[in-house]
């Protein structure tokens, strides 16, 4: 047995062993992004969110109540009630592999892996990509670009003209369309972040450095040690 957290009884649906987990998390070194006692931390996170509208296990994006609708990721993140935020839908659907609704503890650990200080920065480039793609298509369109700059203004409660907006999306654009198609495919997207840094900023989440310490008291003792991960 890898670690204990709770009764067996009582984890959540999906739950999957700490030590599987931490191995599975890569780094820019050779041992894994997350330790064993921080999966086990961060196990502690996932049942606050979860249980944050249903507490179930399971990490819903939108809880129906009869004829009311309650989106519960983005309260759990945000704690944001009444305003529909475009970065939580595409979170959530990236978190959520399995493509059923729901993010499940493993698909939790393994997506927010990607925002480790120490996770590659190759991930983090294609993660973001991901993000801007909003069709999945596999290359990110005018459009889209356009739709995810207005989300950027908008959650952080920036006014500007929607002439000086159409600049900066068509400025960006242009750079970032080196071959000139009207879409920016993932090795364009590579190299205007190489000279854009910033835009990925963002994917990067200086406390899961070491988890146990932003969260000391969820932290719990193992049977494994981090060593053998």
């Not at 670690?3 to 030590?19: H, I, W």
């Not at 809880?63 to 983005?74: A, K, L, P, T």
Request: aromatic share 12%; with cysteine.
């Amino acid at each position: 047995m890898g670690c204990v957290l709770t009764k067996k009884s009582g984890r959540a649906p999906g739950y999957e062993e700490p030590t599987v987990l931490a191995a599975e998390t890569p780094c820019q070194s050779l041992s894994a992004a997350f330790t064993v006692s921080e999966v086990e931390a961060l196990y502690e996170l996932f049942k606050k969110l979860s249980s944050s509208v249903i507490n179930n296990g399971l990490i819903h994006k939108v809880i129906v109540f009869g004829s009311y609708e309650q989106e519960e990721f983005q309260f759990a993140l945000f704690r944001n009630r009444n305003r529909r935020n475009l970065f939580a839908d595409r979170i959530f659907d990236l978190f959520d592999v399995n493509r059923n609704g729901v993010i499940e503890f493993g698909e939790f650990v393994r997506s927010l892996g990607v925002f480790h200080p120490n996770a590659p920065l190759e991930d983090k480039i294609a993660f973001a990509f991901r993000l801007y793609d909003l069709r999945q298509t596999g290359y990110i369109e005018w459009e889209e670009l356009k739709e995810m700059v207005l989300a950027l203004l908008h959650e952080s409660d920036l006014v500007l003209s929607d002439d000086f907006i159409e600049t900066i999306v068509n400025k960006t654009f242009s750079d970032a369309d080196t071959k000139g198609d009207g879409k920016i495919d993932l090795e364009e997207w590579k190299e205007f972040v190489s000279k854009n840094p910033s835009l990925i900023k963002n994917m990067t989440l200086p406390y899961l450095m070491d988890i146990t310490l932003a969260f000391p008291s969820f932290v719990i003792s193992t049977e494994v040690e981090d060593s053998e991960v």
